[in-house]
Each structure stands twice: as C-alpha cells, then as structure tokens.
C-alpha cells in the first residue's frame, strides 16, 4: 500500500501564501495520479488540483486557476501545492490523495490519503 504525509499547513492572511507537502512511501510504483481536495466545514470533498505522476499533465479546479499550482519530485516521490493570494473562502482541511487507476475523477476514485492538512486564511 502507499503511505501519503502532509506538511505545510497553517494560518495566514488573506493575499498570503502557503506551500504544502505530500509524500509518498510504500509500493509508489502503481500510482498513476496525485490529487489535492479540499474541505471545508459543512462543505462536499473538492479536488483542487491533480497531475499526473509519469507525464506530468495537471488539472485544477476554477477556482484556484492562477493562484494555486501543482508540481512533483518524482525522485522524492514527492507532490507539492503552492497557494498564492490566498483568500478565506479557501479555508478548509487539505488532503493529499494517491489514485492508482486511471478512471475515475472524484475522491471516491482515489486510494490511498493523507491526514489533512489545516489550512485558515483569515481575512
């Protein structure tokens, strides 16, 4: 199985910035995407951003467009999210998430997840 550790979280002003962490350990060698979700309290799991493990190709919500962007360490076995202009409404526990099939878009469609990461932007 694949063990997924997530650092970075924190509290920050609204235009702020935060980077998180993901990584992977265990049998990695089948995992074909990482994810970010999201959620907020009282709010529906959300992917944020995704990208593929071997190519490289990347997804990402509208909402965090031009603000956000997803990177890999492939040698680290490693998945980074940096946020920019950080704003309150993305105030939510952030999950690193590893798929192992290519199907599937959700979070239901995800395998393996890490424990959350808090992340509050005040305003």
């Known amino acids: 199985q694949v063990q997924l550790v997530e650092s970075g979280g924190g509290l920050v002003q609204a235009g702020g910035s935060l980077r998180l962490s993901c990584t992977a350990s265990g049998r990695t060698f089948s995992t074909y995407a990482m994810g970010w979700f999201r959620q907020a309290p009282g709010k529906e799991r959300d992917i944020v951003a995704a990208i593929t493990w071997s190519g490289g190709s990347v997804y990402y919500a509208e909402s965090v467009k031009g603000r956000f962007t997803i990177s890999k360490d492939n040698a680290k076995n490693t998945v980074y999210l940096q946020m920019n202009s950080l704003k309150p409404e993305d105030t939510a526990v952030y999950y690193c998430?590893?798929?192992?099939?290519?199907?599937?878009?959700?979070?239901?469609?995800?395998?393996?997840w890490g424990q959350g990461a808090q992340v509050t932007v005040s305003s």
């Open positions: 998430a590893a798929k192992l099939s290519y199907y599937g878009t959700m979070w239901n469609n995800y395998d393996f």
